[in-house]
C-alpha cells in the first residue's frame, strides 16, 4: 500500500488536525506530529485517523475494482471492432 503525504493544513474548519502515524500506529495531532513520510492525513477527526489503514484500503480496492471494470471495457470494445 503506497503512502500518502499531506503536509497542509486540513479545510475542515477544525482547528486540529489528525494524523496517522504508519509506524508507530498511533495517531498524532498537529502539536506532535511526525515527519511527513509516516502519516497519513490530515483528518477532521480522530476517529477518522484511527481508522486510516481501514479506509485507505477500502479506497484502494475501489480503485482496483474501478480499473478492472475500465479494462474488462476495453477489452469488449477491442474485441467488437475486430
Known amino acids: 500500500m503506497g503512502r500518502i503525504q499531506v503536509t497542509a493544513r486540513p479545510r475542515y474548519g477544525?482547528?486540529?488536525a489528525y494524523?496517522?502515524?504508519?509506524l508507530t500506529r498511533s495517531v498524532e495531532t498537529d502539536?506532535?506530529?511526525s515527519g511527513a513520510n509516516d502519516l497519513l492525513g490530515p483528518f477532521a477527526t480522530r476517529h477518522d485517523a484511527e481508522n486510516a489503514l481501514a479506509t485507505s484500503e477500502a479506497h484502494?480496492?475501489?480503485?482496483?475494482?474501478?480499473d478492472a471494470a475500465w479494462n474488462q471495457d476495453d477489452a469488449s470494445e477491442d474485441s467488437e471492432e475486430s
Open 31 to 33: 502539536e506532535n506530529r
Open 14 to 16: 477544525a482547528e486540529m
Open 60 to 66: 484502494g480496492l475501489a480503485a482496483e475494482a474501478s
Open 19 to 22: 494524523w496517522y502515524n504508519v
